[in-house]
């Protein structure tokens, strides 16, 4: 007997049946496209979200141990974080902080001041490409103003806006540009600055700052490189963004577990229907095993004719299911969602290759009972 014939037993059979079997081809296809569907989603929800919260914002920050006190921008310190290959290139930047008042006359507002070099703000705020209104200019006596704070004051580029400074003083700014965090409470409460601003208002040295702010690689390693830091240059405070979001991170968290168990779910219920059809289908064929093995098919291959099957229905399921998914997501990219869907390859392959396994797990009752099948039994029994 040919060494393919268990193939073509297997294929012959689902033949014999086309609507049961497009029917569990479409239940798998259904299941892998919905696995690959919502796990993509939540994936590139968590990164939207993480990049709208912290994505221009500082992961790890070194500060003073005491509230208000300058912290030194050291060679120890610019040594370590040059030398650590978890930071980002390009995003550090030291900086310092100032609180002023604005009044127009009728209204006034709070506006904290953060002063820096723009390439360096660029770094952590991607300042320069968020401005949507102006030039991104950070001269001496330049001013950078949210969008929200802009709208309440009605100011445009060009206009001159004068600022009550901490300890009484003031100044008069030009708005260089308006920009857009994403953040209404940044946008409003918040400006960037030439970096002498605050250093002249505060008094301090040229190696002195509020604060020295770093982003990573790899966000989700900010308490690791924190507590490595802390080890490296004492005597400062080193924050990361994850002490201070734990909010944001059970939610994330929480996230992540529903989308593992919609994914289980979904596996559980193909692995059934593939069993309850191969099951049945034994059954249905158990006359037709039988005379085949009592005309020499051994029980090797008796067994193996379901496996193939499984094998069958689980490929051609897997890769409908893949297609469907993509379509599913390009039509989500046409949504109007705000943000997209970025579905990972490595995650695709592994979800197409989970719906061939399950495929095959669910074919081992079929195939051990038709391997142990006695076909004089059968014949007897018609």
């Known amino acids: 007997m040919s060494r393919m014939l268990s193939l073509r037993i297997a294929w012959r059979f689902l033949r014999s049946a086309p609507v049961q079997s497009l029917l569990i081809i479409s239940g798998i296809a259904v299941g892998i496209a919905v696995q690959i569907f919502v796990g993509s989603l939540i994936t590139s929800l968590q990164g939207s979200l993480v990049d709208q919260t912290i994505g221009s914002a500082p992961q790890v920050t070194f500060q003073a141990l005491t509230d208000g006190d300058p912290v030194r921008y050291s060679p120890k310190m610019q040594d370590v974080i040059a030398n650590d290959p978890r ?40 300042v320069s490409k968020r401005v949507t209104d102006g030039t991104a200019s950070l001269r001496a006596t330049d001013i950078l103003v949210g969008k929200d704070f802009a709208a309440k004051f009605k100011l445009t580029p060009g206009d001159s806006i004068a600022l009550t400074l901490q300890g009484g003083s003031r100044a008069t700014f030009t708005v260089a540009g308006i920009f857009d965090l994403g953040s209404a409470a940044f946008n409003e409460r918040q400006a ?39 080890r490296k240059v004492p005597g400062v405070e080193v924050v990361e963004w994850q002490a201070q979001n734990a909010d944001l991170l059970v939610a994330l968290q929480s996230q992540g577990s529903s989308s593992y168990i919609i994914q289980t779910f979904v596996l ?54 893949v297609a469907l998914a993509y379509f599913l997501l390009f039509g989500f990219s ?35 009972r038709t391997s142990k099948l006695d076909p004089i039994e059968v014949i007897q029994n018609g």
């Open 268 to 321: 559980v219920a193909i692995a059934l229907g593939i069993a309850s059809t191969l099951a049945i289908a034994a059954v249905q064929k158990t006359r037709q095993i039988g005379i085949l093995k009592a005309m020499g098919l051994s029980d090797g291959r008796a067994g193996r004719i379901f496996l193939w099957q499984a094998i069958i229905l689980g490929g051609v399921g897997s890769t409908a299911g």
């Open 334 to 368: 046409f949504s109007g969602a705000s943000f997209s869907i970025q579905p990972k390859l490595s995650f695709v392959l592994l979800s197409a290759g989970v719906g061939i396994g399950v495929a095959l797990a669910s074919s081992i009752f079929p195939t051990r």
């Open 192 to 230: 960037f600055v030439n970096g002498d601003v605050p250093r002249s208002l505060l008094g301090w040295s040229a190696d002195q700052y509020s604060a020295v702010q770093v982003q990573l690689v790899k966000p989700f390693e900010s308490a690791q490189v924190a507590t490595d830091w802390r």
């Open 87 to 126: 930071v980002k290139r390009g995003s550090v930047s030291p900086v310092r902080f100032a609180t002023s008042l604005y009044t127009n006359g009728t209204d006034s507002a709070s506006l904290s001041l953060i002063g820096g070099e723009l390439r360096e703000l660029d770094g952590i705020y991607n």
